[in-house]
């Protein structure tokens, strides 16, 4: 397809819409499917930091990053995995976990303390000895609730 017929199709898509809209007629959304479910199969430490470091790769990605955070995309054991169904059911939910401080050093941007923040895993950083917090990088801490402690 050339960029001009992908130019063509575009306008008439956007003419039809246009047309049913001044029509009042309303714009048909599909409604959002549920999770996206990815089946994960761990039976060794080799595929357990495989796992990881395919998790990592996700959380970094733009598009899934953002669904995994949100429970939009969600990691199942493959058929056969795991503890039989009633061990499974047995198991109670584990209490979820306390956020942890955030250790840095070096140079402390306000771009470090938005990307901290983004995350949502700590409540508080902790400034290794010798550690530089730009004025910035302060603010921005304190804007977003984030503890400040200088480690000694």
């Known amino acids: 397809m050339t960029e001009t017929e992908l130019r063509t199709m575009v306008r008439e898509v956007l003419g039809d819409i246009l047309k049913d ?37 996700h959380l970094d990605d733009p598009a899934k990053g953002p669904a995994i ?7 199942t054991l493959a058929n056969g995995q795991g503890a ?7 198991v109670p939910a584990a209490a979820p976990a306390a956020p942890c ?8 941007t306000e771009a470090r303390i ?11 950083i902790v400034l290794a000895p010798g550690a530089v917090l730009t004025p910035l990088a302060n603010d921005r801490a304190r804007a977003v609730g984030l503890k400040i402690e200088r480690k000694r």
């Open 21 to 57: 809209r001044r029509a009042g007629k309303a714009l048909a959304i599909p409604a959002p499917a549920g999770p996206v479910v990815e089946p994960v199969s761990i039976a060794n430490n080799g595929d357990l930091a495989a796992f990881v470091q395919r998790l990592i790769a």
């Open 69 to 75: 955070r949100s429970g939009g995309h969600v990691f």
């Open 84 to 90: 039989p169904a009633a061990a499974q059911a047995q």
């Open 101 to 108: 401080a955030a250790e840095l050093s070096g140079t402390i």
């Open 114 to 124: 938005a990307k901290i923040a983004k995350l949502g895993e700590t409540d508080r």
